[in-house]
């Protein structure tokens, strides 16, 4: 679909209220083929993103695209989409093939205005998309037991918004929820599949580490 960024908060307020409506949690049409885990970095005034292709449900890594690009929005939480949507939707577009999934280092509908980075790029992109992130924005909930696909409802006001699940035992837990196109229980899922490992999912792992790598940030030694 097309998109104008937004040129102050208050409009970019209003955009998000606006496709919010847009939102649909439905279960999944069918089981996905490929993934793309998405990610972003920032050095200085620029931001560099990646998206990275997996198949499903072996997840065997089939291509990567980056993009780079100054950075002209800021930190103001509830408002990811604007910092790193742009970066993040050029590096998707650097892809050969179109993901039948998205999943996103952010919030789906465990937002303020039930409209997180996760639900903006796949309203935009017209895909079934998932937060998977590393913190909670909105939302309380009980913590999950302490074994691998141990999880508690996170519920924001009188709505389920997500989940909060263990992905390995005894580590902290990530943060799920739907973005578009799919629903809570599809999310949790389809985000315990893919985690193999590691705490977080391999398609995200791999982008953290790529739009890192871009942005040329390294590891404290």
Aim: net charge positive; aromatic share 6%.
């Amino acid at each position: 679909m097309q998109f104008t960024w937004p040129g102050d908060l208050a409009e970019a307020r209003r955009i998000q209220e606006r496709l919010a409506v847009r939102v649909r949690l439905q279960r999944l049409q069918r089981a996905p083929r490929t993934v793309a885990g998405v990610d972003a970095a920032f050095s200085g005034n620029r931001i560099s993103a990646a998206a990275c292709l997996f198949s499903l449900p072996d997840l065997a890594p089939l291509e990567d695209a980056e993009a780079s690009r100054p950075l002209d929005f800021p930190y103001i939480p509830g408002y990811l989409s604007y910092r790193e949507g742009q970066a993040i939707l050029e590096a998707l577009a650097g892809l050969s093939q179109t993901p039948d999934l998205l999943l996103v280092d952010g919030q789906g509908i465990a937002h303020p205005r039930r409209f997180g980075i996760a639900s903006f790029l796949g309203v935009l992109c017209g895909r079934p998309s998932i937060g998977c992130a590393k913190s909670r924005l909105v939302g309380d909930a009980r913590d999950p037991g302490p074994r691998r696909g141990c999880s508690s409802r996170l519920v924001f006001g009188s709505e389920l918004v997500g989940s909060v699940l263990r992905t390995r035992d005894g580590v902290r837990p990530v943060y799920v929820s739907p973005g578009h196109l799919i629903d809570v229980e599809g999310a949790v899922e389809l985000v315990l599949s893919m985690t193999r490992v590691f705490r977080i999912p391999e398609p995200l792992r791999r982008a953290h580490t790529l739009s890192r790598a871009a942005a040329h940030i390294r590891r404290p030694d």
